[in-house]
């Protein structure tokens, strides 16, 4: 099983990024997948959250109406569109993987940096 992130970087505030996280070893299509973060000295955070492909998904308020999650099943791949980033979004992300019931599993990626400063 992988989850692998990329895209994340160093951007000033007001840029954007895109971050993707694809994944194998797994039924891709039927896992709950959602990105977290982290920022030093503080506790990982859901991000964002996508059941389906044809999903908007769920947002934690800090990001809501600047990022976007969404997913590409036939790729077996996850996106987070980040606009109108601030240095709070400063954190490493990470893609998560989760199965509920029959078949249960939870799995993380490594984790990609974004740093947001001018």
Same mark, same amino acid.
Request: contains cysteine; charged residues 20%.
């Given at each position: 099983?992988? $989850? ?5 970087? $160093?951007?000033?505030?007001?840029g954007s990024l895109r971050l993707s996280c694809v994944a194998s070893g797994f039924t891709f299509s039927s896992a709950?997948?959602?990105?977290? !973060? ?5 506790? !990982?955070? $859901?991000?964002a959250q996508i059941i389906s492909a044809g999903d908007s998904g769920v947002y934690a308020d800090s990001v809501k109406? !600047?990022?976007?999650?969404? #997913? ?6 996850? +996106? ?5 980033? #601030? ?5 490493? +992300?990470?893609?998560?993987?989760? #199965?509920?019931?029959?078949? !249960?599993?939870? +799995? ?11």
């Open positions: 099983v992988q $989850l692998v992130e990329s895209g994340g970087g $160093l951007v000033q505030p007001g709950y997948m959602s990105w977290f !973060r982290q920022a030093p000295g503080k506790g !990982r955070e $859901l991000v109406c !600047r990022f976007t999650i969404s #997913r590409d099943n036939a790729k077996n791949t996850v +996106y987070l569109q980040m606009n109108s980033l #601030r240095p709070e979004d400063t954190a490493v +992300y990470f893609c998560n993987a989760v #199965r509920i019931g029959p078949g !249960r599993f939870d +799995y993380w990626g490594q984790g990609t940096q974004v740093t947001v400063s001018s």
